[in-house]
């Protein structure tokens, strides 16, 4: 197998749709696009992860202004970031648009604390960059861009990189709704044992919690149930907020109490609420949940005015079952609900290792959540009047959950668009169609039903002449272009440079001389006034150009490295380019990013680190579930905007680590699952795991068995980082209790 392949950047597939619905570009050109808002003057608002917000007049509008730049307070690592955005219902009589981000500071700080990276110490994944959320209200001044900004909530204490903020929407109310995750570990149960940065109760910060009175971690999603008088965290809670100032509304479910956050919650339990979407005509919201090792949620609050907390019950339950990671802990916070109930189960759940639907396209494994939609005034087939749509990040798919009296039916589930570029959100917009950010591609799309009110045109170019000597003149024409709804107008958008953006001229029939040598891809993209669009391209070959692309090579490191976590490894690279030769180091980026896979299955990336403009540097593996690989792009880009990129797979050193009891035949706990024993995991050298030895249990025996030692001297529940050679721990039980 080849260490690295180098290839010119592609162009993107196009997904999968029922027939008689089209799949077409609404907006492209987009880096690392987030979320989306539709403004009611038509305007579209667009959030990417960096933490710049772009504005477009309308879907036809094919150059983007800045409407706010919140890069320099925004952390843009792991899956940190911009990620929701809300504009005003009455917009823009009030000209507000509201942004939900990472900030970048820790607890009662300001920023920058970090920039767009986590040193090592204290590492990623291992002490943790510890960081904020925050969502502001941003004011349109008279050029239609932000002219201030206006904090109103700076909360979400996030550890570890991932399980960060997510949406921002309004509700029938009124209202402001906002999510955030538990911003706890994704590779152990954590309760706060790691430093306690957060300063959880019931110890300060820099002290490491201990079941059973540990509250940290993941357990500040039932931060609501501490006892009165300890800070309520916002982590893993939906919110209901007034919109000017961010204080919780009257008649939420604890409205009287002293807390402030205590205040705005409305629902909590949930590990990464990362998408919720209010159905039409009710008080119902639905939130897409993030699982850990086996569950997928949507979680259904059934009126959002009733003064009722639903409790989801992470960490303490992963989908209608106990969690086996954090039950084993044995945690004050859990065992409280255990037994007294009060755990709302998920609507619908889905397991990792099963389809959604039989027989979809769609992989398994790895999954990831991602979008909550419903269907609402469009020309889609009656079949899809009311429909949940949800999407899977790790999957790339989006399903449609039909209803039956009225309500989706899990037992009518079906495809609806597959084999997209890394879903991040779906929503409705013009027309009543579903749009999506496709995060992977940098784009947003339509899904649109042209056999009904309104069909998209067909765009049609020509290029006269398509080839000749240097300079060439071409006289370009998409007058033949149609569109088969009569009386539609169309409107033009030409990429005559071929960098991917219809921003370079607006006439039906434009001419461009090209003074240099090379194969250009023309586009045309024709919009509708619903605003259906289609899009064409065709090839000008100015003179006789040779081969344009760059090519990157990686010198180190090679695909024969073997990592372990916490390992420093240093990376070098470099470019040629056939027209400009030795490329500098600022025409380079790299990027580095996790491939979480399944065993013998599929992968899905998350993408840890960008490094521009260098030509070598150095990172430290990060923790991660095994099975997973890193891998380390290079892309190369000239002065003509062409661009190359090469990438090398970096496994890691794994270790098997065997786990007994005596007796044996005990269940025993090692990450998120339970197993019974002996038992054997392969992990990544120098990776954390969480271990537990559950108490009571009964042996095969039938005989009341009490905990009693660990081969390692930890404590019943306690950490262990994996050691380069196998190793044996035992858990000791006997027959009667250690006092």
């Known amino acids: 197998m080849l260490a690295a392949t180098t290839v010119a950047l592609p162009p993107t597939a196009t997904a999968a749709v029922p027939a008689g619905f089209t799949d077409t570009l609404a907006i492209g050109g987009l880096t690392t696009p987030t979320a989306v808002s539709f403004a009611p003057d038509g305007r579209v608002f667009i959030a990417e992860k960096s933490g710049l917000i772009k504005v477009f007049d309308s879907l036809a509008d094919t150059t983007a202004t800045v409407f706010a730049d919140l890069r320099p307070q925004t952390q843009d690592f792991w899956d940190r970031g911009l990620l929701g955005l809300a504009v005003d219902p009455q917009f823009p009589t009030r000209p507000y648009v509201y942004a939900v981000y990472t900030y970048d500071a820790v607890p009662g700080g300001s920023a920058p604390r970090w920039g767009d990276a986590c040193p090592t110490p204290p ?440 990592w372990a976590v916490g390992q420093q490894v240093s990376f070098a690279g470099r470019a040629t380019d056939p027209q400009d030769g030795v490329l500098p180091a600022s025409a380079l980026s790299w990027r580095l990013s996790v491939q979480h896979c399944v065993t013998g299955g599929s992968c899905h990336e998350h993408v840890v680190q960008d490094f521009p403009g260098v030509a070598s540097g150095s990172f430290v593996a990060p923790d991660h579930d095994y099975p997973s690989h890193l891998e380390l792009t290079l892309t190369a880009t000239d002065s003509s905007g062409r661009a190359a990129r090469t990438k090398v797979r970096l496994d890691p050193r794994t270790v098997d680590l065997t786990f007994t009891s005596s007796p044996s035949g005990l269940r025993l706990g090692v990450g998120g699952t339970e197993s019974t024993t002996p038992f054997t995991r392969t992990v990544i050298v120098g990776s954390t795991n969480s271990i537990s030895a559950p108490t009571p249990q009964t042996s095969p025996q039938r005989l009341r068995m009490w905990y009693w030692s660990w081969s390692d001297g930890g404590a019943r529940t306690h950490n262990i980082v994996a050691p380069a050679n196998p190793t044996t721990y035992q858990a000791n039980y006997s027959t009667y209790i250690a006092w």
């Open 123 to 562: 590492g990623a994944t291992d002490q943790g960059c510890v960081v904020t959320g925050r969502v502001s209200k941003l004011t349109m001044g008279p050029g239609g861009t932000a002219t201030a900004e206006q904090p109103l909530i700076t909360d979400w204490c996030q550890q570890y990189p991932s399980h960060s903020i997510g949406t921002i929407a309004f509700g029938p109310d009124g209202a402001l709704y906002l999510g955030g995750g538990d911003g706890a570990s994704f590779a152990f149960a954590d309760y706060g044992q790691v430093g306690n940065p957060c300063a959880d109760p019931p110890s300060p910060a820099g002290t490491n919690l201990t079941p059973p009175s540990a509250r940290g971690g993941a357990l500040r999603s039932q931060s609501i149930r501490r006892p009165a008088g300890e800070p309520v965290s916002l982590d893993g809670t939906i919110v209901r907020v007034h919109p000017d100032t961010g204080a919780g509304m009257p008649g939420n479910p604890f409205a009287g109490r002293a807390d402030a956050n205590a205040r705005r919650v409305i629902a909590y339990g949930m590990r990464n609420e990362f998408r919720f979407a209010f159905r039409p005509g009710t008080e119902e919201l639905w939130a897409g949940d993030v699982g850990w090792s086996t569950w997928e949620e949507i979680n259904r609050i059934a009126d959002v005015n009733d003064a009722t907390a639903e409790n989801f019950g992470w960490p303490c339950y992963e989908g209608a079952a106990r969690q086996g990671g954090y039950d084993g802990a044995d945690l004050a916070l859990c065992e409280s609900l255990y037994a007294g109930g009060g755990q709302t189960a998920p609507y619908y759940a889905y397991n990792h290792s099963a389809k959604v639907v039989p027989g979809d396209p769609c992989a398994t494994g790895g999954s990831s959540i991602s979008g909550i939609a419903f269907e609402s005034d469009s020309n889609y087939p009656a079949e899809y009047d009311g429909a949940l749509f949800f999407a899977d990040s790790s999957r790339g798919c989006i399903w449609a959950m039909r209803t039956t009296a009225g309500q989706p039916d899990p037992a009518k589930l079906v495809p609806f668009v597959t084999g997209v570029n890394i879903p991040v959100q779906v929503t409705t917009g013009p027309g009543g169609d579903l749009f999506y950010i496709a995060l992977g591609a940098g784009q947003l799309r339509r899904v649109g039903y042209p056999d009904g009110s309104n069909r998209a045109p067909t765009a049609v170019a020509r290029a006269t002449p398509s080839s000749g000597p240097v300079p060439l003149t071409v006289q370009f024409n998409g007058t033949n272009s149609t569109d088969p709804d009569a009386g539609d107008t169309l409107t033009y958008g030409w990429d005559l440079d071929g960098d991917g953006a219809y921003d370079d001229s607006t006439s039906a029939t434009p001419t461009r001389t090209y003074t240099e040598q090379a194969f250009v891809e023309v586009g045309l993209r024709v919009v509708d006034q619903s605003g259906a669009s289609g899009t064409t391209s065709i090839t000008v070959t100015v003179g006789t150009p040779i081969p344009q692309d760059p090519v990157p090579v990686i010198d180190n490191p090679t695909a024969a490295l073997r």
